[in-house]
């Protein structure tokens, strides 16, 4: 069983910086894609960037530049810094870990709100 838990989220002013932590229970993690996805209030939920377990990464077009994803399988944890930001990057954001085997974990998500 994976069960991812976020943390990191908070007020920050725009062109501040935040790191958010995705941290997963289970041995499997490093066979596991890991993804960040962000809902803003009244809107859909938006991929925001992946780390698949073969080291491929992928960035939506609105992040690429500003956000990095990481991970450490030795510490079962993902992560996302985020810089430059922008109000628009105001959300909640979530952590889902996914095998094609069957896992596909959801964390609870983290608010982030972006404002002067």
């Known amino acids: 069983q994976v069960q991812p838990v976020e943390s990191g989220g908070g007020l920050v002013q725009p062109g501040g910086s935040l790191r958010l932590s995705c941290v997963a229970s289970?041995?499997?993690?490093?066979?596991?894609?890991v993804y960040w996805y962000r809902q803003a209030p009244g809107k859909q939920r938006e991929r925001v960037a992946r780390f698949s377990a073969g080291g491929i990464i992928w960035y939506a077009d609105s992040v690429k530049g500003r956000f990095t994803i990481s991970r450490d399988n030795a510490e079962n944890t993902a992560f996302l810094q985020m810089n430059n930001m922008e109000p628009e990057d105001t959300s909640v954001y979530f952590c889902n870990v996914f095998r094609g085997t069957g896992i596909n974990a959801w964390g609870k998500g983290t608010l982030v709100t972006v404002s002067s």
């Open positions: 289970g041995s499997i993690f490093p066979l596991c894609d």
